[in-house]
């Protein structure tokens, strides 16, 4: 009775995480998604404004209440993985993912400058905290989405299609990573010249579709990794909690 009990609030609290997990990110990105449509934000150019320029606007609440949102649904994933033994919390993937949550918070709590006026502390702080959230979060999906690729393989413990969305996971995150890179030398070398790089691409979309890319690959990991209410990621442990109880 004791261990039916044990499982029973190990699966409850797995529950309460996923819906704070699915709800919060949900949520988040339905809100910075309905600036884009609502006046007086659908002014903005998503082609060549990058979303931060929401949170400068009179509907900047709803920007950091929608960034906020989906750094906590991302806490809830990170505390399901660890629980569920996918990743530790000190792991490479773990601070990765404790990053990315870091780098949201950031963007929420500094506000992007106006940098045509000059620059501000919360502007630099503000994109540094953006960079930081653009890395980790696609590096750490790569690292558990190859990890748990292989490791389900050998022996295969996970269904075609799990297997499948892991893959996807990482290829995403491969692409992301490598336009990250590529996007960073064009940066870089535009600044050494003295360009203005900002005018010679669509900076807001490039960001949009990054930032998507992210989320999807999030999505495709969360979907290809099973979470246990607690323990490593075997189907048998979850059976043999089952046939404790049972018993």
Excluded at 2 to 12: E, H, V, Y
Aim: with cysteine; glycine share 10%.
């Amino acid at each position: 009775m004791t261990i039916m009990a044990a499982a029973d609030r190990r699966l409850s609290v797995t529950s309460m995480l996923r819906a704070v997990e699915l709800g919060s990110i949900g949520l988040g990105v339905l809100l910075i998604g309905v600036l884009h449509v609502v006046p007086p934000t659908s002014a903005i150019d998503p082609l060549t404004v990058t979303i931060s320029q929401y949170g400068r606007s009179v509907l900047a609440g709803v920007f950091v209440s929608g960034v906020v949102l989906i750094a906590l649904g991302s806490t809830a994933t990170l505390i399901l993985l660890v629980q569920s033994g996918v990743c530790r919390a000190w792991s490479a993937p773990g601070l990765g993912l404790a990053l990315w949550v870091v780098g949201m918070i950031g963007v929420a709590l500094f506000q992007k400058a106006d940098w045509a006026a000059g620059a501000t502390f919360d502007g630099y702080v503000h994109r540094a905290a953006s960079v930081i959230a653009f890395v980790a979060l696609p590096a750490a999906i790569l690292m558990l989405a190859l990890r748990e690729a292989r490791r389900r393989g050998r022996p295969p413990t996970a269904s075609r299609s799990d297997r499948r969305l892991l893959v996807a996971a990482s290829v995403l995150t491969l692409l992301v990573l490598a336009a990250i890179f590529v996007l960073g030398m064009f940066i870089a070398v535009a600044e050494a010249e003295g360009a203005a790089w900002w005018t010679m691409l669509p900076i807001g979309l490039t960001e949009r579709l990054l930032v998507s890319a992210e989320l999807s690959a999030l999505a495709l990991l969360v979907s290809g990794v099973r979470i246990l209410p607690s323990g490593p990621q075997d189907p048998s442990s979850a059976d043999a909690v089952l046939g404790s109880a049972e018993g």
